[in-house]
Nanobody, 127 residues
C-alpha cells in the first residue's frame, strides 16, 4: 500500500515557523516528482513548492517565495517544507503529493498531475 506520511503541522503565531515532513511508504518516487500543496477553507487546492530534483532549481508559489524552503532526499522519497515568517493567510491544510514519473516543468503546479496524496496536515497561523 502506497502512503505519503506527513507530519509537522500545528498552530503558531504570525511570524513563527513550522517544518513539515513527508515520507513515502510502499514505493519509491525517486524517478518521479513530489511537491507540496495547500488548501484553505472554501478555496481550491493550490501549489506551494517543488524541490530541485529534476529541473535544476526549486519552484515556489509567489505568495510563499522568500519565506518557505523546500528540501528533501530524492533517493528516500522524502520532502520537507520549512515555513518561516508565517502569516495568517498561510492557514490551510498542507498536502504532500507525488507521481511516479517525471513531470514537465509546465505541469509541476497542477494538482491534477499528481497520483498520490498524503492525508494532509493542518497549519494554523493566528494571534
Amino acid at each position: 500500500q502506497v502512503q505519503l506520511i506527513e507530519s509537522g503541522g500545528g498552530s503558531v503565531q504570525p511570524g513563527g515557523s513550522l517544518r513539515l515532513s513527508c515520507r513515502a511508504s510502499g514505493r519509491s518516487f525517486s524517478s518521479g516528482a513530489m511537491a507540496w500543496f495547500r488548501q484553505a477553507p472554501g478555496k481550491e487546492r493550490e501549489f506551494v513548492a517543488y524541490p530541485t530534483w529534476t529541473h535544476g532549481r526549486s519552484y515556489y508559489a509567489d505568495s510563499v517565495k522568500g519565506r518557505f524552503t523546500i528540501s528533501g532526499d530524492k533517493a528516500k522519497s522524502t520532502v520537507f517544507l520549512q515555513m518561516d515568517k508565517l502569516e495568517p493567510e498561510d492557514t490551510a491544510v498542507y498536502y504532500c503529493a507525488a507521481r511516479t514519473s517525471r513531470l514537465v516543468l509546465s505541469a509541476i503546479r497542477g494538482p491534477e498531475h499528481y497520483d498520490y496524496w498524503g492525508q494532509g496536515t493542518q497549519v494554523t497561523v493566528s494571534s
